[in-house]
């Protein structure tokens, strides 16, 4: 490799890009805008394109061998690609770059053999009106024969995989503007070069459709934007077909495929009801819905129906037909799956001669009876998916919540789904559900029997809901039964502990969430060194679509596999990323004064 070739920085940016004619010095709706920027550094021209720009530029550097590519951005992000990529990749700095549009932050894009290839950039991909598109210079770094050696021996490691990354796949019909089967591919080349092991993709044809109570997008008032950019657009692709498309590639890129199905994807809540959110097989059957203890409606389907197994054991065959490695029920939404119906009163009137009615959901009978029909579902799903690929073993996966304790209280008893070899793996996300029975609502001289009549009174007085979706996201510590006793685990070292277990006599793969999905690399290193420490071998991340593109974050965060090394990654300005103090743009200098504050 030449020692000779030397670093490269473009900041007049429309003198590189072509064509010319797709660039002006003011905001078309064809055109890209020429934005004159300064920093401390460098005074350049910047592209700019707003959300109703449609025109791709392309660059053609005449480059040999391999680069550390840097791109610069003052805020917002770009779609870009080289030459041989499958498709355009949505990069930005970060939610959390210093001093938004103050600063100009500078990320590594990628390391890449640029012989023969060309870097294009779209505003096309993009739908948001809140996301303009910016791309202030591009600074090529040559790589010593060194330094590529280090790049591909990484690139080959496989000890260092141990991230389960889950993408909604909904996000890209809300904030892409896809035209192409290729588009979708972004999912998969998002995590290219990173410690990712698992890709989980959601299926979400359940509540992606053309029903509208007007039949008319027109005369529909969407809640958000996004929403109607879904009911327009999403009819430009068979969903089987993406997800095929997407599991196909994954899987030649070295990933392990999974497909997820949130195990209560029967609607949302006002404002987002009445559209694509409901899901027709529960609009259909009413007579399956959830009941509570009083007869009253829960707006979710109940897994104590057979008819309801049997729809859902249907679509994880169906996701599985994807050639996917894994099939994943999110479990840590959409709570409840069971509650009072009919066929548990009438079983647990056969086990114990009494209704249930008056009991807590975790009264030891009850709770047990609801993991049961759990269990059954889950043996259901083994069962199919193993008669309709004998030939390769599909996993079946479980997103579950916060601890073990946790995720048994909401009907999933783990310990015997992972002794009945029914499960492969479980992500813990760190979040609790539990019903809260603290005020006057039970009965005169009965202990822990619930008086019905003073439960419904309660429920419709009481200041807030009787159930609690909790969580801080980092330790949530035990909470109280229905008799005041603490359960849960008293530590995060006891929390790992737990699932650790089952991993050890069961050889069940567990892997920690980390959340809250952005937070400053220093915190996210922190929370991944504190699962490690407590005996933690994997990580999820949930909702990675708006993580990886956020290369600011992603830089440390993708490395977060390399469990031996990480108390000594450096997470600060550096080789990933850097700032620059910007002192002018467009006509106004705002080093001393914000002018858009004036007037």
């Not at 460098?42 to 700019?48: C, Q, T």
């Not at 959601?202 to 109607?228: H, K, S, W, Y």
């Not at 859902?312 to 599985?320: D, S």
């Not at 499960?423 to 539990?434: G, K, L």
């Amino acid at each position: 490799m030449s020692q000779e070739r030397k670093e490269l920085f473009f900041c007049k940016l429309d003198e590189v890009f072509e064509p010319k004619e797709n660039m002006s010095p003011y905001s078309l709706r064809d055109k890209w805008r020429v934005v004159p920027v300064s920093t401390e550094e460098y005074s350049g021209n910047m592209l700019y394109a707003a959300y109703h720009q449609e025109a791709d530029l392309t660059f053609s550097p005449h480059l040999q061998g391999w680069y550390k590519i840097y791109l610069h951005f003052p805020s917002g992000g770009i779609d870009i690609k080289l030459t041989s990529d499958p498709c355009f990749l949505p990069v930005r700095p970060s939610p959390l770059a210093k001093k938004n549009g103050t600063f100009m932050t500078e990320v590594l894009w990628r390391c890449a053999d640029m012989s023969g290839e060309s870097i294009t950039v779209s505003k096309r991909k993009a739908t948001c009106e809140y996301a303009p598109s910016l791309l202030s210079a591009i600074r090529f770094v040559p790589m010593t024969a060194e330094e590529v050696a280090a790049w591909q021996y990484e690139e080959s490691r496989t000890d260092t995989k141990r991230i389960y990354a889950t993408d909604d796949m909904h996000n890209i019909y809300y904030y892409r503007n896809y035209t192409e089967l290729n588009d979708w591919l972004s999912v998969v080349e998002n995590f290219a070069h990173s410690d990712v092991e698992w890709i989980s993709v959601e299926q979400i044809r359940n509540f992606v459709c053309d029903r509208l109570p007007t039949d008319d997008i027109d005369n529909f008032a969407f809640p958000r934007t996004g929403d109607m950019l879904v009911q327009k657009t999403h009819n430009r692709f068979d969903y089987d077909e993406v997800l095929n498309h997407v599991v196909t590639h994954g899987k030649k890129r070295g990933f392990r495929m999974s497909v997820s199905l949130r195990m209560g994807a029967w609607g949302m809540a006002f404002p987002y009801d009445q559209y694509y959110f409901d899901c027709d097989f529960m609009m259909e059957h009413p007579e399956w819905r959830t009941l509570d203890r009083n007869g009253d409606e829960i707006a979710a389907l109940s897994y104590a129906y057979p008819e309801v197994r049997d729809h859902m054991v249907n679509e994880l065959v169906h996701m599985a037909e994807t050639g996917c490695d894994a099939v994943t029920l999110i479990a840590h939404r959409g709570i409840p799956y069971v509650l009072y119906e009919q066929p548990v009163a009438d079983r647990f009137r056969a086990l114990y001669g009494e209704d249930p009615y008056e009991l807590p959901l975790d009264e030891p009978r009850l709770h047990r009876l609801h993991c049961d029909i759990m269990t059954e579902f889950f043996r259901a799903a083994r069962r199919a998916l193993d008669e309709h690929f004998p030939d390769r073993h599909v996993e079946l996966h479980l997103r579950g919540m916060f601890s073990v304790t946790d995720t048994d209280y909401i009907g999933f008893d783990v310990e015997q789904l992972a002794r009945e070899g029914l499960v492969d793996a479980i992500i813990s996300y760190p979040q609790r559900h539990y019903e809260i029975l603290k005020g006057d609502i039970w009965q005169e001289g009965k202990e822990w029997r619930i008086d019905l009549d003073k439960y419904t009174d309660y429920c419709r007085k009481n200041a807030g809901a009787l159930t609690l979706h909790s969580g801080n996201f980092d330790f949530t510590p035990p909470y109280t039964n229905y008799k005041g006793e603490l359960c849960g685990p008293a530590t995060p070292q006891e929390r790992v502990a737990q699932w650790n277990a089952l991993e050890q006599k069961y050889g069940v793969k567990i892997y920690y969430e980390i959340m809250p999905r952005i937070m400053v690399n220093e915190e996210f290193k922190r929370r991944a060194l504190d699962l490690y420490d407590c005996g933690a071998e994997r990580l999820a991340l949930w909702d990675t679509y708006g993580r990886a593109p956020a290369k600011v974050m992603w830089s440390s965060v993708s490395r977060f596999g390399h469990k031996d090394g990480l108390r000594d990654l450096d997470t600060g300005e550096g080789d990933y990323y850097r700032l620059l103090r910007i002192s002018k743009i467009g006509s106004h200098d705002i080093s001393r004064y914000n002018p858009s504050w004036g007037g």
